[in-house]
């Protein structure tokens, strides 16, 4: 081919390339265009779905303020309710100090107003009486847009009286050289009055609108940490004190034994008894060396030269005052850990040796033995849980403590073991705290869905000809992939979330919730393929994350999930803080709190039979019943087991009137319930969805 032939061969080749290149953008633009057009459709929507939101919740605020009006009438009749509720929240004691305590207990009423179109701001009212510090009544902050749309905020001048300002004494008091304290106060409370650098992001602001004021009771009711800390702390005086006497009756007599055990006493047997440690004393016996002799051999490698020490950079900025403000805060939760009932029953031996088995009885049985069981399975470890089949009731798919998870059949006498995980690369690490029976990947199977706290989700096929629980699919929970609430509490804990309970939804086999040791209350999808981010760990299958919407998060621990077996979308879940959250899957916030017990909550399952009626057992080992369906709050119906204060972990209805309840000293209650709590009346169904319709607060 001539040169000339080659460069027509391009002309022609480029002249192609060139109409395709037009055609293809023009695809592309038209395609462009149409996407706008159908976004243009989707904010429409979104913009009449945000107007049909804001007429609900203005319609829902008028409806609420007569309340809120009765609510503080009744508050007006408790001496020091408003002081003693900032005091309680973990967020606003952070920033009181002695003075404001001493100002906010003349405080007699609080308000917040809603604008009348929501959006545009809202205002805080506190009302106080007569008192040595201001002269004002009423001291106000409003949150509003101003003129260019910007947040902006506005409050009360403080009229202070002479030489009363809490604003001014705090600084003065942090800036005097000469005089030390053990405790920095913060910065005062009042000085938020003052303060509108940044109304949008006003954190105080919020908390009262959004945490304090739809409930404030929650918070009043919370138990005095300081005064069962100093109860704590005469309780240990005395006994040192006693201690101090024994030493001295015993001195004498041992006077001349001391020069003799005075090396012992370093090196022997030694006992450590503390007051808040919940086992028995741990004795610890040391050795200076484990073998008989000891020599050194010279360095086979040349000696090195010393390396300079690095210089550690100071404390961060700021630091040194956050721990100050959150130190009596850690401290009343220290307590609180200290005097928890987690571990009630266990501290009397070593649990980890004890036996561990699963029992079964069966009630339908003419001569059952209450003490004796129908079958006793022993297993190498704890038990955490337990689930029957739902078509084969012989079938018990348990999770252990070692992460092992099992499944017993107990038609099998000799061996009850059908098949098991085993310490395979794809077991959990860590202790199973939920197995479920959920629908296989064939019609009619079921596989056995099990979570750990160490945030794995995962779903095992039965294959019970090779005896084996095979791994068909998983899923991992990890923070930074979990969709972020709008709540200012802050979740707790490190990149993976620990699952502490699950419940599947009985009209959705896609849906399960999962709550966490965090506190998260969080929705989940089976058909989630987003890929989790988490580094592979020999795992036969990739790991995904199913998180798919976050509720409010709670103060600790979530113990027990239901969802209602009467709606589709109301769920009930409880915990350490002792309280009862009825939530709509449809909203982040509750649309209910009720104080179950001033101890933990472990367990909580809805009536079969009554769909306003839900039972949670406490760390007190009491049974709760609760019906929706009273304008009270408080339980109908209160079992006291007579346990004598050991706690109650587990409880399960059954169809016919029956309520089992397991607590920690390893018995099983059967309770009958009465024809009041089992006969559903005739607008119960009615009363429930208008619960699930309302819009939380």
């Given at each position: 081919?001539?040169?000339?032939?080659?460069?027509?061969?391009?002309?022609?080749?480029?002249?192609?390339?060139?109409?395709?290149?037009?055609?293809?953008?023009?695809?592309?633009?038209?395609?462009?265009?149409?996407?706008?057009?159908?976004?243009?459709?989707?904010?429409?929507?979104?913009?009449?779905?945000?107007?049909?939101?804001?007429?609900?919740?203005?319609?829902?605020?008028?409806?609420?303020?007569?309340?809120?009006?009765?609510?503080?009438?009744?508050?007006?009749?408790?001496?020091?309710?408003?002081?003693?509720?900032?005091?309680?929240?973990?967020?606003?004691?952070?920033?009181?100090?002695?003075?404001?305590?001493?100002?906010?207990?003349?405080?007699?009423?609080?308000?917040?107003?809603?604008?009348?179109?929501?959006?545009?701001?809202?205002?805080?009212?506190?009302?106080?009486?007569?008192?040595?510090?201001?002269?004002?009544?009423?001291?106000?902050?409003?949150?509003?847009?101003?003129?260019?749309?910007?947040?902006?905020?506005?409050?009360?001048?403080?009229?202070?009286?002479?030489?009363?300002?809490?604003?001014?004494?705090?600084?003065?008091?942090?800036?005097?050289?000469?005089?030390?304290?053990?405790?920095?106060?913060?910065?005062?409370?009042?000085?938020?009055?003052?303060?509108?650098?940044?109304?949008?992001?006003?954190?105080?602001?919020?908390?009262?609108?959004?945490?304090?004021?739809?409930?404030?009771?929650?918070?009043?009711?919370v138990p005095d940490m300081d005064d069962e800390e100093g109860e704590g702390e005469d309780e240990d005086d005395e006994e040192e004190e006693e201690g101090l006497e024994d030493i001295d009756e015993e001195g004498d007599e041992d006077e001349g034994e001391e020069d003799e055990e005075e090396d012992e006493g370093e090196d022997g047997e030694a006992s450590c008894i503390d007051k808040t440690c919940q086992t028995k004393p741990v004795r610890t016996a040391e050795a200076e060396v484990q073998v008989r002799?000891?020599?050194?051999?010279?360095?086979?490698?040349?000696?090195?030269?010393?390396?300079?020490?690095?210089?550690?950079?100071?404390?961060?900025?700021?630091?040194?005052?956050?721990?100050?403000?959150?130190?009596?805060?850690?401290?009343?939760?220290?307590?609180?850990?200290?005097?928890?009932?987690?571990?009630?029953?266990?501290?009397?031996?070593?649990?980890?040796?004890?036996?561990?088995?699963?029992?079964?009885?069966?009630?339908?049985?003419s001569r059952l033995n209450p003490k004796q069981p129908d079958m006793i399975i022993d297993t190498a470890t704890p038990v955490m849980c337990v689930s029957f089949h739902p078509l084969r009731p012989s079938l018990i798919a348990g999770g252990l403590y070692s992460g092992e998870v099992i499944i017993w059949d107990t038609s099998r006498t000799q061996d009850p073991v059908l098949a098991q995980t085993g310490m395979s690369p794809d077991t959990h690490r860590e202790p199973v705290y939920e197995v479920k029976?959920?629908?296989?990947?064939?019609?009619?199977?079921?596989?056995?869905?099990?979570?750990?706290?160490?945030?794995?989700?995962?779903?095992?096929?039965?294959?019970?000809?090779?005896?084996?629980?095979?791994?068909?699919?998983?899923?991992?929970?990890?923070?930074?992939?979990?969709?972020?609430?709008?709540?200012?509490?802050?979740?707790?804990?490190?990149?993976?979330?620990?699952?502490?309970?699950?419940?599947?939804?009985?009209?959705?086999?896609?849906?399960?919730?999962?709550?966490?040791?965090?506190?998260?209350?969080?929705?989940?999808?089976?058909?989630?393929?987003?890929?989790?981010?988490?580094?592979?760990?020999?795992?036969?299958?990739?790991?995904?994350?199913?998180?798919?919407?976050?509720?409010?998060?709670?103060?600790?621990?979530?113990?027990?999930?239901?969802?209602?077996?009467?709606?589709?979308?109301?769920?009930?879940?409880?915990?350490?803080?002792?309280?009862?959250?009825?939530?709509?899957?449809?909203?982040?916030?509750?649309?209910?709190?009720?104080?179950?017990?001033?101890?933990?909550?472990?367990?909580?399952?809805?009536?079969?039979?009554?769909?306003?009626?839900?039972?949670?057992?406490?760390?007190?080992?009491?049974?709760?019943?609760?019906?929706?369906?009273?304008?009270?709050?408080?339980?109908?119906?209160?079992?006291?087991?007579?346990?004598?204060?050991?706690?109650?972990?587990?409880?399960?209805?059954?169809?016919?009137?029956?309520?089992?309840?397991?607590?920690?000293?390893?018995?099983?209650?059967?309770?009958?319930?009465?024809?009041?709590?089992?006969?559903?009346?005739?607008?119960?169904?009615?009363?429930?969805?208008?619960?699930?319709?309302?819009?939380?607060?």
């Amino acid at each position: 081919m001539s040169a000339s032939a080659a460069k027509v061969s391009r002309k022609e080749q480029n002249s192609n390339h060139d109409g395709a290149d037009e055609t293809s953008e023009k695809e592309q633009q038209e395609a462009i265009e149409h996407i706008d057009e159908v976004q243009n459709e989707i904010d429409r929507l979104n913009e009449q779905a945000s107007e049909e939101i804001l007429k609900v919740e203005q319609k829902y605020n008028k409806l609420r303020q007569p309340f809120f009006q009765k609510r503080s009438e009744l508050i007006a009749k408790i001496p020091n309710f408003w002081v003693t509720t900032f005091v309680n929240h973990p967020q606003v004691s952070a920033l009181l100090g002695e003075e404001d305590e001493e100002a906010l207990h003349y405080l007699t009423r609080v308000e917040v107003t809603e604008f009348e179109d929501i959006k545009s701001g809202y205002r805080i009212d506190f009302y106080f009486d007569e008192n040595p510090y201001f002269e004002n009544k009423v001291l106000s902050k409003e949150f509003h847009l101003n003129e260019s749309g910007d947040p902006s905020s506005k409050s009360t001048e403080i009229k202070w009286k002479a030489g009363k300002d809490l604003t001014k004494r705090a600084g003065q008091t942090q800036n005097k050289a000469g005089k030390k304290r053990q405790h920095e106060e913060p910065e005062s409370f009042f000085t938020w009055f003052t303060d509108h650098s940044d109304a949008g992001a006003d954190e105080l602001g919020e908390v009262i609108k959004d945490d304090i004021w739809p409930n404030p009771l929650q918070y009043y009711l919370v138990p005095d940490m300081d005064d069962e800390e100093g109860e704590g702390e005469d309780e240990d005086d005395e006994e040192e004190e006693e201690g101090l006497e024994d030493i001295d009756e015993e001195g004498d007599e041992d006077e001349g034994e001391e020069d003799e055990e005075e090396d012992e006493g370093e090196d022997g047997e030694a006992s450590c008894i503390d007051k808040t440690c919940q086992t028995k004393p741990v004795r610890t016996a040391e050795a200076e060396v484990q073998v008989r002799s000891v020599r050194d051999c010279d360095a086979q490698t040349d000696p090195q030269e010393q390396l300079p020490q690095p210089q550690l950079s100071s404390d961060p900025p700021g630091l040194e005052d956050f721990l100050r403000r959150v130190e009596d805060m850690v401290i009343r939760e220290l307590v609180k850990n200290a005097k928890s009932h987690a571990f009630d029953g266990v501290d009397d031996g070593d649990w980890s040796t004890e036996r561990s088995c699963v029992c079964t009885w069966n009630l339908d049985r003419s001569r059952l033995n209450p003490k004796q069981p129908d079958m006793i399975i022993d297993t190498a470890t704890p038990v955490m849980c337990v689930s029957f089949h739902p078509l084969r009731p012989s079938l018990i798919a348990g999770g252990l403590y070692s992460g092992e998870v099992i499944i017993w059949d107990t038609s099998r006498t000799q061996d009850p073991v059908l098949a098991q995980t085993g310490m395979s690369p794809d077991t959990h690490r860590e202790p199973v705290y939920e197995v479920k029976w959920v629908p296989g990947a064939r019609r009619g199977e079921l596989a056995v869905l099990s979570a750990c706290s160490g945030g794995r989700i995962l779903l095992w096929s039965l294959d019970g000809v090779e005896g084996k629980l095979a791994l068909s699919s998983g899923y991992a929970l990890v923070r930074q992939q979990v969709p972020q609430s709008s709540s200012l509490s802050k979740t707790r804990g490190g990149s993976c979330i620990g699952v502490t309970a699950l419940t599947l939804s009985p009209w959705d086999t896609d849906t399960f919730l999962v709550g966490s040791e965090g506190g998260l209350v969080l929705k989940c999808s089976f058909s989630s393929q987003t890929v989790a981010a988490v580094p592979p760990d020999g795992e036969s299958v990739t790991l995904r994350s199913p998180a798919q919407f976050s509720f409010s998060p709670r103060g600790g621990p979530i113990h027990s999930l239901h969802f209602s077996p009467f709606h589709r979308n109301l769920f009930v879940s409880v915990g350490t803080d002792g309280m009862a959250h009825i939530h709509s899957i449809l909203q982040p916030r509750p649309l209910l709190a009720l104080r179950v017990s001033d101890s933990y909550v472990f367990g909580v399952r809805w009536s079969p039979v009554r769909p306003l009626v839900f039972a949670a057992v406490t760390g007190q080992g009491l049974v709760q019943v609760f019906d929706l369906g009273r304008r009270s709050l408080r339980p109908v119906a209160t079992i006291d087991q007579n346990t004598g204060g050991q706690a109650a972990y587990c409880l399960e209805f059954s169809p016919r009137q029956l309520l089992a309840v397991g607590s920690a000293d390893g018995t099983v209650n059967i309770w009958q319930l009465s024809a009041e709590l089992t006969e559903q009346g005739s607008r119960e169904t009615a009363v429930l969805e208008q619960l699930a319709n309302e819009v939380a607060e």
